[in-house]
Structure formats: structure tokens, C-alpha cells
Nanobody, 124 residues
Framework: QVQLVESGGGLVQAGGSLRLSCAAS????????MAWFRQAPGRDREFVAR????????YYSDSVKGRFTISRDNRKNTVYLQMNSLKPEDTAVYYC?????????????????WGQGTQVTVSS
């Protein structure tokens, strides 16, 4: 079992930055690829970014590429999402997720564990 707890969300003006964190329980964090998804009101949950077990490979959605950076610290059992140049359309609840296998990284069903989410609101 892995428990994921997100933090770092909040209210920020357009153009600003936020850093999300996702802390994982357990001693097997490094065996999971990790990802961030988000869900805006009235919309489906969508893929944002993913990082491999070692941190050597990352993937991003086109909508955040060049603005967001995913990283991880396996010693701290934590994955991060640095979000820069935020836009109002980035407003959503952000979720972290853990994948024990190498499924399609943008598909929700690939992921075994999910956090409860953290709200990010970007004002114009």
C-alpha cells in the first residue's frame, strides 16, 4: 500500500509560480513511476506530467510543456511539480498518482494509487 498526500496548492495571480509536493508513505517509493493529473470544474481529469522511477525520464502534456517541471527525491519519498508562468486555465485540483508498472502514462487506469488532491487557483 502507498498513501499519497499532496500539498502546496493555493491562489496565485496569472504569471506566478507554485510548487506542489506529494509525499508518499512506505519504503517502496522508488519502485513507482509518479505522475500529476488535474481536474478542472466540469471537465475530465487530465494528464499533466510523469517521471520515471529513477527520475531520468519525464513526460509532459502539451499544455504545460515548457512551464511545468516534474521532479522527485527518492530519499524523501516525494515528487514535486514546479509550475511557472501560470495561466487561469491551469486552475484545477491537482492529483499525484503512483504506477507500479509501465502502462500508458497518460491513462488514469495505469495508476495504482492516488492522492486526495490539492486546489490550484490562478486569477487573471
Amino acid at each position: 500500500q502507498v498513501q499519497l498526500v499532496e500539498s502546496g496548492g493555493g491562489l496565485v495571480q496569472a504569471g506566478g509560480s507554485l510548487r506542489l509536493s506529494c509525499a508518499a508513505s512506505g519504503r517502496t517509493f522508488s519502485t513507482y513511476a509518479m505522475a500529476w493529473f488535474r481536474q478542472a470544474p466540469g471537465r475530465d481529469r487530465e494528464f499533466v506530467a510523469r517521471i520515471s522511477r529513477s527520475g531520468g525520464r519525464t513526460y509532459y502534456s502539451d499544455s504545460v510543456k515548457g512551464r511545468f517541471t516534474i521532479s522527485r527525491d527518492n530519499r524523501k519519498n516525494t515528487v514535486y511539480l514546479q509550475m511557472n508562468s501560470l495561466k487561469p486555465e491551469d486552475t484545477a485540483v491537482y492529483y499525484c498518482a503512483a504506477d507500479s508498472a509501465d502502462g500508458n502514462y497518460y491513462v488514469q487506469n495505469t495508476y495504482d494509487y492516488w492522492g486526495q488532491g490539492t486546489q490550484v487557483t490562478v486569477s487573471s
